[in-house]
């Protein structure tokens, strides 16, 4: 069974970081597209970053980019979130997501057909 479970969420100051993880377990893990999407209250779930664990090539939506960085480390099965330079419209819920598919993270970040999801942890920016 595929797990998927993410940690790191909490309250921050604007301007502040924030690491978010997503521990995955019952698949294979190093050849997958791995992926953070976030939903705010009253707002549509959007993509935030997504990562080849085959080759590390990686996605960003614009309205992270250069603010946030996804890794990945394949021997922990694990995804990780580097978010800096936080802004409180950043506050959303950030959810984990995987993929046995080679499509490219773009494709999957644009699409958010991911196979399977996480349960979600709470990021919140305070002005």
């Known amino acids: 069974e595929v797990q998927l479970v993410e940690s790191g969420g909490g309250l921050v100051q604007a301007g502040g970081s924030l690491r978010l993880s997503c521990a995955a377990s019952?698949?294979?893990?190093?050849?997958?597209?791995m992926a953070w999407f976030r939903q705010a209250p009253g707002k549509e779930r959007e993509a935030v970053s997504c990562?080849?664990?085959?080759?590390?090539?990686?996605y960003y939506s614009e309205a992270v980019k250069g603010r946030f960085t996804m890794s990945s480390d394949n021997a922990k099965k694990t995804v990780y979130l580097q978010m800096d330079s936080l802004a409180p419209n950043d506050t959303a819920v950030y959810y984990c997501?995987?993929?046995?598919?080679?499509?490219?993270?773009?494709?999957?970040?644009?699409?958010?057909?991911?196979?399977?999801w996480g349960q979600g942890t709470q990021v919140t920016i305070s002005s």
């Open positions: 997501a995987s993929d046995p598919g080679h499509l490219t993270p773009y494709y999957f970040c644009s699409t958010g057909d991911l196979k399977d």
């Open positions: 990562i080849s664990t085959r080759d590390g090539r990686t």
């Open positions: 019952g698949f294979s893990f190093d050849d997958y597209a």
